[in-house]
């Protein structure tokens, strides 16, 4: 039981290229983690008569219509006239939204400008529906066989009423009172299809809770969906497949739904009460600026040294020059030394260090070469990665082993690329 | 004289969600610039009924059309399909490329799938197009009274497209042998609207060159587009507009086209064989990353501190505790202070420092409010901004203007930002 929906961009700046239609995308993600089907996604500019052509072409090949801006209060705005347009109805007015938008106004001590009447606006025969994060109400009308729902444009308004009030009346039009519930589980270390392989028998033939795999820079997340009569119900459709997933896995876990890897390592300094610090080459800088973009961060991350040039391991990090002429600078001692060396410059109980080629330059080891050195008060290791791709994904991908690494090393675990 | 020229993007990953839609919002600024008419844009899966009809319609409506994606040697990529089928021809097959194709897998020592010489394929009537940058070619056909172009979907190959073989034909349709050329003038330190102002009289009712402003993160971008007989002629009918606006904006400008600051500052350093190193509180390495972003910056890049914590700034960077009481953490001084000592520290000939609070600690200071200092051999100075917007928002203005200040200051001008 599916739907065939499509999406319909409204604005010229779309056109014009001068913002990305990323409410396409989003919309599509949704739609296709509800179960239903999108066939077709358009853009028109501000135009009445491109716009009803295109609601019309909707009307005539599709279940239901997401039109996505042009309902603000401008004379630009002219979702709502097309749509009565393409569906020929006459406009309805809501006096009790006006009344709501009088008041509101007023409490603000500002008188509100004519214009805002429009958004009072609907097309005969369908509703205002509700939009929490923003003042413009969005529409829908329920047309022959065809939904129609008008939406903002601005995505952080949009989205939420995606949620609230288009998908559940999708899953209506299907018959469908149920709920859907996904879960998503986070790990890092392993390649789309090796996680893939550790769950395929889990997997086959499973239709709820269905799994999809999502790979995004270096982490590969695993998403369960499940659809049952209440969330209560989905949760527990879940539950049971969740816990096998999670004994596979195991530590390649560090998280789940909107966890992230710097999020978990937070916590976990926090918990046992000890601070950070990096020493940084290859990623230079990226490691301590992933960090620190949690807020609270000084609490527990003191700083770092970003050890470029060699000098700069010697000095300030105490590396041994036998050793760098021993190994090379690219090289898991000199990896060891410079975290170790990291504990005690900066004071930390656990520093993590990288030494690396991210190219052009090899330094005597092959590009994309990266060495990530832990130190802990009990024990100090490196491990040995290679990262295809260019300067920036390299750096991307080992800052997060590292921040990975360090989490893992705090509970005695050390991290193998298998 | 226009052209009303439409998109089709190709793929399914496009309607789920997987990937937005970027190629359509970099097309769509390429043909505003070009003068173009562009009226709409749709999105179909890789299903060569939905191409067809999309194709059809597209045809009755507009003057070309450009299709991205569904041109490679897979089973599910039938857009030269959709067009023969479209427009009612066969297929044609051209030997000469097919040839090349085999020419080039021999060199690389390896057979050639069959499924490759699917590339070799074109609409009767029509021609294969050079792709530079990858192995598919493209496709264009002239079809009646509507031109059509299919390009590969990986922008880094479709883009050049565009340049090289899509406009030139569009122009060429509207009876334009002309050519299109833009400069580009690249500034910090100015709001959009300071920099409108400086130059309104001088763009009041020009149009050609015409005028485009474009923020982009902390840029202010000034892009003047000029259309002529040639490309000489067009740069001559540029040349003496950019010459008063580099005249009005001076020291704002830190390049030209696809300079970047951090490229203009690793110019200025080799030319005069510094070495520079960083000593970050609250960009934590954001500017270290953004220097050493650079391939080659090892040869002037020594290395940072990344001072988070006040003992750090004392023990590494000699800040004096003092300095830090009288003044507080945030404060010039400080800064000052935090540049001097990283030269020492780090052994170069220009250190940049930044304190600030980004918050959500205001550390004596109101959010957002950021002191970035600058040492030479010769001066050390601070300046203080106070930036709106989020904690990443606020890192890279920062960020930006550290290099930009650092710039200016080997220059011997101490950037203000008005």
């Known amino acids: 039981v599916t739907m065939i929906v499509e999406t319909l961009a409204v604005g010229t700046e779309l056109l014009l290229g001068q913002i990305v239609n990323t409410n396409a995308a989003d919309i599509g993600e949704r739609l296709a983690e509800a179960g239903m089907t999108h066939l077709h996604q ?12 295109a609601i019309t072409l909707a009307i005539s090949r599709s279940d239901a219509l997401i039109i996505t801006g042009g309902i603000g209060p401008t004379a630009d705005d002219v979702t709502r006239e097309a749509i009565c347009a393409a569906t020929g109805r006459t406009m309805a007015y809501s006096d009790e939204y006006a009344e709501d938008l009088r008041v509101r106004w007023e409490r603000r001590g500002r008188e509100m400008p004519a214009s805002n009447l ?9 509703e205002l529906i509700a939009n929490p994060k923003g003042s413009a109400p969005g529409v829908f009308l329920d047309h022959e066989d065809t939904m129609i729902f008008a939406l903002p444009g601005v995505p952080a308004e949009m989205l939420p009423m995606i ?13 469908d009172q149920g709920a859907l519930v996904s879960r998503v589980i986070r790990t890092f270390g392993e390649s789309e299809s090796a996680v893939g392989e550790l769950l395929s028998d889990i997997f086959e033939g499973s239709t709820n809770p269905t799994v999809a795999f999502l790979a995004s820079s270096s982490e590969i ?10 969330e209560q ?10 816990a096998i997933v999670v004994e596979r896995l195991g530590h390649r876990i ?7 890897i710097e999020r978990g390592l937070a916590t976990r300094l926090l918990e046992r009460g000890w601070t950070i610090g990096t020493a940084e080459s290859a990623t230079a800088g990226s490691i301590s600026n992933r960090l620190t973009s949690q807020p609270g961060s000084s609490a527990w991350f003191r700083g770092g040294v970003v050890a470029y040039h060699e000098d700069i391991k010697v000095g300030l990090l105490g590396v041994s020059p036998l050793t760098i002429d021993e190994f090379g600078v690219v090289s898991e001692p000199v990896a060891i030394e410079m975290a170790v060396g990291a504990r005690v410059t900066l004071g930390v109980d656990v520093a993590v260090s990288v030494t690396g080629s991210a190219g052009p330059d090899p330094l005597g080891q092959e590009v994309g070469t990266m060495i990530i050195g832990v130190a802990t008060p009990d024990d100090a290791r490196a491990r040995t990665a290679r990262w295809p791709g260019d300067r920036e994904r390299i750096r991307t991908y080992t800052t997060t082993a590292a921040l990975h690494m360090v989490r893992l090393a705090m509970d005695g675990v050390w991290w193998e690329r298998s």
């Open 42 to 53: 358009t853009v028109v500019g501000d135009n009445l008569g491109r716009m009803v052509d």
């Open 118 to 126: 429009r958004q009072a606006e609907y097309p005969e025969g369908g």
């Open 163 to 175: 949620d609230t009030e288009v998908l559940p009346r999708l899953r209506a039009g299907v018959g």
């Open 221 to 230: 997340k695993i998403r369960l969906t499940a659809h049952a009569v209440d």
């Open 233 to 242: 119900a989905a949760r527990a459709l879940i539950a049971p497949v969740e």
């Open 254 to 260: 560090f998280g789940y739904d909107e966890d992230t």
